[in-house]
């Protein structure tokens, strides 16, 4: 038995263990879909099933939008996750925690099949109400995403009967444990939800697509350049349909599953993108950005497409400063999210790969570490040793090191011209690199998001990260 066979036998013992109780690592959700409104659920479906060994799925529902009022269609679901129980074995080959397809078959639920804030109030449970209940009662310490890839009344429902039936502090407790990321406004029971439970942790781009809300929305740039969006900066050709064709639709059943491009590749995909352990998102943290995007917590102010404004504080859009493949620098809420489009689509690529080939014949993503901590509080002028020691493959392929100022993840200010970058690190393509805390045109001290890039040089070239937050003291 190779070196390379013998490490990743133990690995596989070790997540077997690992699997036998719950993985607190693993990121609890329930996605609410208007799947089969248009492809592009279908397509999100197919990608977040390739990543249920990082994931808990506990529940998967059909629901209605404003795009498909007034029908579910579970069956769609069920067709997805079946084609998926066809390779599942094979990606067990990769990592044992692969869910089994009769496991995910038994979450599959359905709201009502009504509008919006028609299907909330007394006498409107749904099967799909009463699992998000029952998971989010869980006793499990982890917090319950809610990824909302239509309207969210079947939440609403959820939120209406805990309110009706508990008394505050348990209403309290029950809205804590809940994360939900919605992929705009899909009907009126979002706008409703965001004001009667101020306290629910939010992520959106608010508003309804007649009013425009989709080219503006933050979520389109994981693949928006065409249609929704219509931004400069990204290569196009990873999210056309010439590249998902080689890279997923011809790779065996589940790849067979994943629709043509009717207006954009997977706009629910960032919904659930953020919540993967690359080593650089911090999901309770939307405003240190990640491959969902970058949002921060403000009360936006009304724009034409909002269906109503908004009361309180959300997590919302913001922008990053990118360089693109045209070598020019870009600033948008898109650019948050297309940033880390080459390794999102890489890392995909693979993972189909993974549902047909074994192990040796496949790309596997880097482990990247650290060698010092996480933290570091220095003060302005000292120098930074910064390094990848330890850092390996578990492919045995060599590796390239990138390292990046954050810029926008941090709160020190500085007045440099050089755009995108408010600090300068020396050897930044070596696994250890340098630089100096600033000095000369601070504007604010605060903290510095320093990120560690760690490609490997497989095929797909994949890619893992870790973060360094930087305190700089005067």
């Known amino acids: ?82 084609a998926y129980g066809k390779v599942q074995p094979n990606l067990r080959l990769h990592d044992p925690r692969y869910p089994t397809a009769e496991t995910l078959l038994a979450v599959i639920r359905e709201g009502r099949p009504d509008y919006g804030l028609h299907a909330v109030g007394e006498g409107m449970d749904s099967s799909g109400s009463d699992l998000l209940i029952a ?47 919605a992929i705009s406004d899909q009907d009126d ?13 939010y992520i959106v781009s608010p508003g309804f697509h007649s009013g425009g809300a989709y080219h503006f929305a933050t979520w389109s740039g994981i693949s928006g350049d065409r249609f929704h969006g219509r931004f400069a900066g990204a290569d196009f050709s990873l999210v056309d349909n ?12 589940l790849g067979a599953e994943y629709p043509r491009t009717e207006y954009l590749m997977e706009g629910d995909t960032p919904s659930f993108l953020g919540l993967v352990d690359t ?26 497409w909002f269906l109503e404004p908004e009361t309180r504080p959300i997590w919302t859009d913001a922008v990053d400063e990118v360089r693109g493949v ?55 002028g000292q120098r930074i040793e910064l390094s990848a020691e330890g850092s390996s493959d578990p492919d045995g392929d060599a590796l390239s090191y990138r390292w990046f100022c954050y810029g926008e993840a941090g709160t020190l200010t500085t007045a440099s011209a050089r755009t995108g970058q408010p600090v300068t690190i020396r050897n930044d393509d070596q696994m250890k690199a340098w630089m100096v805390a600033p000095t000369a045109r601070v504007l604010r001290l605060g903290t510095l998001h320093l990120i560690l890039e760690v490609t490997d040089h497989g095929v797909p070239r994949l890619t893992r990260y870790r973060r360094v937050i930087v305190t700089v003291e005067p």
């Open 242 to 253: 010439p590249w998902l064709d080689q890279a997923v639709r011809k790779k065996g059943p």
């Open 1 to 82: 038995m190779s070196a390379t066979a013998l490490r990743h036998l133990l690995l596989c013992l070790l997540a077997c263990t690992l699997a036998g109780a719950a993985d607190i690592r693993k990121p609890r959700l329930v996605v609410l879909t208007d799947i089969e409104n248009e492809p592009d659920d279908a397509m999100s479906l197919v990608r977040l099933l390739v990543y249920t060994n990082e994931l808990d799925v506990e529940g998967l529902v059909a629901t209605t939008s404003v795009h498909q009022k007034n029908k579910t269609a579970a069956w769609r679901l069920r067709s997805i996750v079946e």
């Open 326 to 380: 045209d070598g020019q620098w870009h600033t948008s809420n898109h650019a948050t999210i297309w940033r880390w489009r080459s390794a999102y689509q890489n890392d995909f690529a693979a993972r189909m790969d993974w549902t047909l080939q074994p192990f040796h014949q496949a790309n596997h993503p880097p482990r990247v570490q650290l060698g010092h901590a996480s933290e570091l509080t220095v003060r302005a």
């Open 189 to 201: 029971s979002g706008p409703w939800i965001r004001k009667h439970f101020p306290d629910l942790f």
């Open 135 to 181: 998971a989010a009662d869980r006793d499990d310490p982890r917090p319950l995403w809610v990824p909302v890839w239509g309207g969210p009344n079947v939440l609403a429902q959820a939120l209406w009967k805990v309110r009706a039936t508990r008394p505050p502090e348990a209403v309290a407790a029950f809205v804590a444990k809940l994360r939900v990321y």
């Open 279 to 304: 080593g650089l998102q911090v999901p309770d943290r939307p405003d240190w950005g990640g491959w969902g995007g970058r949002y921060e917590r403000y009360l936006p102010r009304t724009q034409r």
